[in-house]
């Protein structure tokens, strides 16, 4: 169901094909007639899979995507309809844009933005729709969405890649791309017990829930065996993803009780952010035909693993030259040294922008727990090729040692060369091979923002190498000087150790300098500091405007999802859980007077003690849960965003965590049939 090369080449004349492949594959200007000549056979092709409408399929500030559908009728004379679709209707479209997200680029009255066919994304069918991939802007032309500066990103590292291969000698390469692949973790749960959960349907976690009797200590669900209804619901999740050209590779369990994690098959940046985002949008439809839900939240359970997705990262040439692998000669090896040393940098320089490209009220409970890497950014590059660095750097010859084949005491067993570098999952940003794994991205995020700012830095990075070495007398001299003064300058950013321990925050923020921003208010409004514009405006991947309204979306986006969920925790607690706690101690003192009444002698005083404290935490329920009403009605009167994100972090979060506390305690003393909510017990293991 995708309008991929293959369908593009029988369907589309000869020249119109040469024609967009060279649009495509150099950036090449589009002509009209080649437009109409495609905008025919893609229409052609659509209603030959069964699609009566289309839609430009974009992606806004929102997280999500976006798609108004048209018809592709249109009247006859003769009262009739016929079937149409231009080469105008397929290069530009126009929704309304005045309830998107703008932060302040223009005013709500001023409804008109446009949407522009990305031919670099291929069109594909999803239920009778033709989606045709666009970016989407303003009237004045702001970028209103996260392709646009993504396609932005991707020109800039292709531009300055090919000038360091031009460099090295290298004419035929016509085009750098980068190339990801995002592993996507998820939880399933069941719909029934979904749909008892107030904070679920409005937040997509668990405001509230005391501990399970078993959790994930046993690691017994981590690549366990996959439970029949899982498993149907996967084979399902797999062929509609590869209608729609998402090569779904590897599924499995993951550690957490109900988690499970989703591996698609690289390709280029641009395709697999829409893939991504398609990924999670048919992941929730399937799970619903299954009688499930698919929870994308990062943190939707207290106490368990949180979900992320591992955005893994690499750059090729159009000649299919992965820039990350080591050559055979010295001249290959300089090059993927100097690539290497180009990333390093990327990373030191611009660790600030990396965090915010993660930054969500989401990826706050995830970030520096056990299953994940921590606020601070730092690189893993492996005991080889750290060694490999230290000798550049302090001009000795690098004495390492063949691949040495693993002992593994079977001889019925194959033998095979050991990996040189063990993998790191304590750590952010990981070097596997040929390619980088970015491991903080959050599950429910669009990879859009992080591929952004790793394209852009490592674009800096070449360029500042580039500007340096076409003026160098002597190449090989100036190669060898730029490769061991970047070592020397930004090797603090390495560390191959476990990035869970409390002794490498200290030492990475107290001795190395690193950042640690803990929080989302912490770190996005560095979005504006002035390296940060000068860098991404230098390379034209945003304009100081549009940074600035980013700044104020995320910040806006923090607010308002921290409110949302202190507003159901005081809804949850004052309709359901405060009358479950006092129905409860009634039903038991009234027991106890019974039983006493009955009998004087009794004492009854493992009922007196529970109704005691099920009344202490009634009053202390309610006198928390109207203390984070007031807190939360005061934010209010705060007009500046950046003001209201630190309030909410300095105080609505802690009067949340006090709510929580005194009602799952409550939960844990008070009867199952009196409890309105399903236990995480039930929500953990109720799929089989």
């Given at each position: 169901?995708?309008?991929?090369?293959?369908?593009?080449?029988?369907?589309?004349?000869?020249?119109?094909?040469?024609?967009?492949?060279?649009?495509?594959?150099?950036?090449?200007?589009?002509?009209?007639?080649?437009?109409?000549?495609?905008?025919?056979?893609?229409?052609?092709?659509?209603?030959?899979?069964?699609?009566?409408?289309?839609?430009?399929?974009?992606?806004?500030?929102?997280?999500?995507?976006?798609?108004?559908h048209?018809?592709?009728?249109?009247p006859?004379?003769?009262?009739?309809?016929?079937?149409?679709?231009?080469?105008?209707?397929?290069?530009?479209?126009?929704?309304?844009?005045?309830?998107?997200?703008?932060?302040?680029?223009?005013?709500?009255?001023?409804?008109?933005?446009?949407?522009?066919?990305?031919?670099?994304?291929?069109?594909?069918?999803?239920?009778?729709?033709?989606?045709?991939?666009?970016?989407?802007?303003?009237?004045?032309?702001?970028?209103?969405?996260?392709?646009?500066?993504?396609?932005?990103?991707?020109?800039?590292?292709?531009?300055?890649?090919?000038?360091?291969?031009?460099?090295?000698?290298?004419?035929?390469?016509?085009?750098?791309?980068?190339s990801?692949?995002?592993?996507?973790?998820?939880?399933?749960?069941?719909?029934?017990?979904?749909?008892?959960?107030?904070?679920?349907?409005?937040?997509?976690?668990?405001?509230?829930?005391?501990?399970?009797?078993?959790?994930?200590?046993?690691?017994?669900?981590?690549?366990?065996?996959?439970?029949?209804?899982?498993?149907?619901y996967?084979?399902?999740?797999?062929?509609?993803?590869?209608?729609?050209g998402?090569?779904?590779?590897?599924?499995?369990?993951?550690?957490?009780?109900?988690?499970?994690?989703?591996?698609?098959i690289?390709?280029?940046?641009?395709?697999?952010?829409?893939?991504?985002?398609?990924?999670?949008?048919?992941?929730?439809k399937?799970?619903?035909?299954?009688?499930?839900?698919?929870?994308?939240?990062?943190?939707?359970f207290e106490?368990?693993?949180g979900?992320?997705?591992?955005?893994?990262?690499?750059?090729?040439?159009?000649?299919?030259?992965?820039?990350?692998?080591?050559?055979?000669?010295?001249?290959?090896?300089?090059?993927?040294?100097?690539?290497?040393?180009?990333?390093i940098?990327?990373?030191?320089?611009?660790?600030?922008?990396?965090?915010i490209?993660?930054?969500?009220?989401?990826?706050?409970?995830?970030?520096?727990?056990?299953?994940?890497p921590?606020?601070?950014?730092?690189?893993?590059?492996?005991?080889?090729?750290?060694?490999?660095?230290?000798?550049?750097?302090?001009?000795?010859?690098?004495?390492?040692?063949?691949?040495?084949?693993?002992r593994?005491?079977?001889?019925?067993?194959?033998?095979?060369?050991?990996?040189?570098?063990?993998?790191?999952?304590?750590?952010?940003?990981?070097?596997t091979?040929?390619?980088?794994?970015?491991?903080?991205?959050?599950?429910?995020?669009?990879?859009?923002?992080?591929?952004?700012?790793?394209?852009?830095?490592?674009?800096?990075?070449?360029?500042?190498?580039?500007?340096?070495?076409?003026?160098?007398?002597?190449?090989?001299?100036?190669?060898?000087?730029?490769?061991?003064?970047?070592?020397?300058?930004?090797?603090?950013?390495?560390?191959?150790?476990?990035?869970?321990?409390?002794a490498?925050?200290?030492?990475?923020?107290?001795?190395?300098?690193?950042?640690?921003?803990?929080?989302?208010?912490?770190?996005i409004?560095?979005?504006?500091?002035?390296?940060?514009?000068?860098?991404?405006?230098a390379?034209?991947?945003?304009?100081?405007?549009?940074?600035?309204?980013?700044?104020?979306?995320?910040?806006?986006?923090?607010?308002?999802?921290?409110?949302i969920?202190?507003?159901?925790?005081?809804?949850?607690?004052?309709?359901?859980?405060?009358?479950?706690?006092?129905?409860?101690?009634?039903?038991?003192?009234?027991?106890?007077?019974?039983?006493?009444?009955?009998?004087?002698?009794?004492?009854?005083?493992?009922?007196?003690?529970?109704v005691?404290?099920?009344?202490?935490?009634?009053?202390?329920i309610?006198?928390?849960?109207?203390?984070?009403?007031?807190?939360?009605?005061?934010?209010?009167?705060?007009?500046?965003?950046?003001?209201?994100?630190?309030?909410?972090?300095?105080?609505?979060?802690?009067?949340?965590?006090?709510?929580?506390?005194?009602?799952?305690?409550?939960?844990?003393?008070?009867?199952?049939?009196?409890?309105?909510?399903?236990?995480?017990?039930?929500?953990?293991?109720?799929?089989?």
């Open positions: 169901m995708v309008f991929d090369d293959r369908a593009m080449k029988a369907v589309l004349p000869a020249d119109v094909y040469r024609s967009l492949k060279k649009t495509i594959d150099e950036g090449a200007k589009l002509d009209i007639g080649v437009a109409n000549a495609v905008a025919s056979a893609m229409k052609d092709w659509a209603v030959a899979h069964g699609a009566t409408h289309y839609t430009h399929w974009f992606q806004p500030l929102t997280g999500i995507t976006a798609e108004k048209d018809s592709f009728i249109s006859s004379p003769d009262g009739g309809v016929i079937m149409e679709f231009s080469g105008k209707e397929l290069i530009k479209g126009e929704p309304d844009a005045s309830s998107f997200p703008s932060g302040g680029l223009r005013a709500t009255f001023e409804a008109r933005g446009y949407t522009a066919w990305d031919p670099t994304s291929y069109a594909f069918i999803k239920e009778n729709t033709l989606c045709i991939p666009t970016a989407f802007c303003s009237y004045s032309g702001e970028a209103l969405d996260k392709k646009t500066p993504l396609l932005r990103s991707m020109e800039a590292i292709n531009r300055q890649a090919l000038r360091i291969l031009r460099l090295f000698g290298n004419d035929t390469v016509k085009c750098v791309r980068t990801v692949g995002a592993e996507q973790e998820y939880f399933l749960i069941t719909k029934e017990m979904h749909d008892r959960r107030p904070d679920l349907l409005f937040s997509g976690r668990t405001l509230f829930g005391a501990k399970s009797p078993k959790g994930q200590e046993m690691d017994d669900h981590y690549f366990g065996a996959i439970k029949p209804r899982v498993e149907a996967m084979k399902d999740l797999n062929r509609e993803l590869w209608k729609l998402i090569l779904a590779k590897t599924e499995h369990n993951e550690v957490a009780p109900a988690q499970h994690e989703l591996a698609p690289y390709t280029t940046t641009n395709i697999a952010t829409d893939n991504n985002q398609l990924m999670m949008e048919v992941m929730q399937v799970a619903a035909k299954h009688g499930l839900v698919c929870l994308l939240h990062e943190k939707p106490g368990v693993n979900s992320g997705k591992h955005n893994n990262w690499s750059i090729a040439t159009d000649t299919g030259v992965n820039l990350l692998s080591p050559g055979e000669t010295p001249h290959e090896n300089a090059q993927f040294l100097l690539f290497l040393c180009a990333v940098k990327a990373v030191d320089d611009y660790q600030d922008l990396l965090r490209s993660v930054a969500t009220a989401g990826n706050d409970h995830r970030l520096g727990a056990n299953e994940a921590p606020a601070v950014v730092s690189m893993f590059l492996g005991d080889e090729l750290s060694a490999i660095l230290d000798a550049i750097e302090a001009d000795v010859p690098y004495n390492g040692t063949e691949k040495k084949q693993m593994l005491g079977v001889d019925v067993l194959p033998k095979f060369n050991r990996d040189t570098t063990d993998r790191n999952r304590t750590s952010p940003f990981a070097f091979g040929n390619k980088f794994e970015f491991r903080m991205v959050g599950s429910a995020d669009s990879i859009a923002c992080a591929n952004i700012m790793l394209n852009s830095a490592v674009a800096e990075s070449l360029k500042s190498y580039a500007d340096r070495l076409e003026g160098a007398e002597d190449f090989d001299t100036a190669i060898r000087e730029l490769i061991k003064k970047t070592i020397k300058d930004h090797k603090k950013i390495i560390f191959n150790g476990n990035g869970y321990d409390d490498w925050i200290k030492e990475a923020t107290e001795e190395r300098g690193l950042l640690n921003y803990r929080t989302t208010p912490d770190c409004p560095h979005l504006v500091d002035e390296k940060n514009v000068k860098m991404l405006t390379h034209h991947v945003y304009t100081e405007t549009e940074l600035k309204a980013r700044c104020e979306i995320l910040l806006e986006n923090y607010c308002k999802t921290i409110v969920e202190a507003n159901t925790m005081v809804t949850m607690a004052k309709t359901q859980i405060l009358p479950a706690v006092d129905d409860y101690a009634a039903d038991v003192a009234a027991a106890a007077a019974t039983k006493q009444a009955f009998d004087e002698t009794l004492t009854c005083g493992r009922e007196k003690k529970l005691r404290r099920l009344s202490e935490l009634a009053d202390l309610d006198e928390r849960t109207e203390e984070l009403k007031t807190a939360t009605a005061a934010l209010g009167g705060i007009e500046d965003m950046k003001e209201e994100a630190e309030a909410i972090r300095d105080g609505i979060l802690a009067k949340m965590e006090a709510l929580r506390a005194a009602c799952d305690e409550a939960e844990t003393i008070t009867a199952k049939e009196y409890w309105p909510y399903p236990s995480y017990g039930e929500l953990l293991f109720s799929v089989r």
